[in-house]
């Protein structure tokens, strides 16, 4: 899995503008309750390669009750749509990025977090935020690849 990931990276670095020039650039729109437009992409896909928009720990309602397990519960939950939403899951997840409110919860987000990944844990980076959108305790992003 390491290889492959470090094989993604290299054609990245070295095929970045062929990528941005070429017509395998997908973008998905992200909209908010009642279809309000917001101003980024829910996914963008790169050939086999989907990077998703941060997600928050919300529902319909607003955010996930529970405190920063629940939030982080649900984020990966949102997360896990969105994979599935445009071709891919959490298992092919290869990146994930979290920030959090507060670096103290790092232990408890780190406890959900573990349940939605088998054995094959995506690279992580984990850094504290001054605030979040909406109030949120914890936001997730994630790079996973479409299998075929």
């Known amino acids: 899995m390491y290889k ?8 990245l670095v070295f095929t970045g503008p062929a990528f ?13 309750p009642g279809g309000m437009v917001l101003p980024f992409s829910d996914a963008v896909r790169v050939g086999n390669l989907l990077f998703l928009s941060g997600k928050l720990g919300t529902t319909a309602d607003g955010l996930a009750p529970g405190g920063i397990a629940g ?7 949102n997360i896990r749509v969105s994979l599935e939403r445009h071709g891919s899951s959490m298992d092919q997840v290869v990146k994930c990025t979290v920030f959090l409110a507060d670096m103290a919860e790092w232990e408890q987000m780190n406890e959900v977090y573990m349940t939605f990944f088998g054995n094959n844990l995506p690279a992580r980076s984990a850094l504290g935020a001054s605030g979040l959108a909406l109030g949120a305790r914890v936001e997730i992003e994630c790079i996973g690849v479409i299998p075929g």
């Open 4 to 11: 492959r990931f470090l094989a993604i990276i290299v054609v």
């Open 20 to 32: 941005a020039q070429s017509n395998d650039v997908e973008f998905f729109p992200a909209s908010g």
């Open 71 to 77: 939030e982080t519960r649900q984020a990966l939950e």
